[in-house]
């Protein structure tokens, strides 16, 4: 990825490629199948202000495997990467 640091509590993700075939078996083809919602944190910000001007951290950090929302975040090409910038709050959980 090119240098991008992401602001305040803002996330930088790369999705995960979901399954290709159902528990069944059925292979999905690639038209048909939904984008993921699981990703991982390439980059994080430095956090927002609390009341008292402080800045307090995000609670992901970089490397950290997450899920979001269906419609989270706002699609951008990066270094010729597709990626995903979404605010920390649009994460649902950290996996693993």
Do not use: C, Y
């Not at 528990?23 to 609390?50: D, F, Q």
């Amino acid at each position: 990825m090119t240098k991008f640091r992401p602001l305040h509590d803002r996330v930088v993700v790369r999705r995960l490629d979901g399954e290709e075939k159902t528990a069944g078996g059925i292979i999905i083809p690639e038209t048909a199948k939904e984008k993921p919602m699981e990703g991982e944190v390439l980059a994080v910000g430095s956090g927002v202000r609390n009341e008292q001007g402080q800045i307090v951290p995000l609670d992901v950090k970089a490397g950290d495997r997450v899920l979001f929302g269906k419609w989270s975040g706002t699609e951008v090409k990066i270094g010729g990467e597709d990626l995903l910038i979404m605010k920390e709050s649009d994460i649902l959980g950290i996996v693993g």
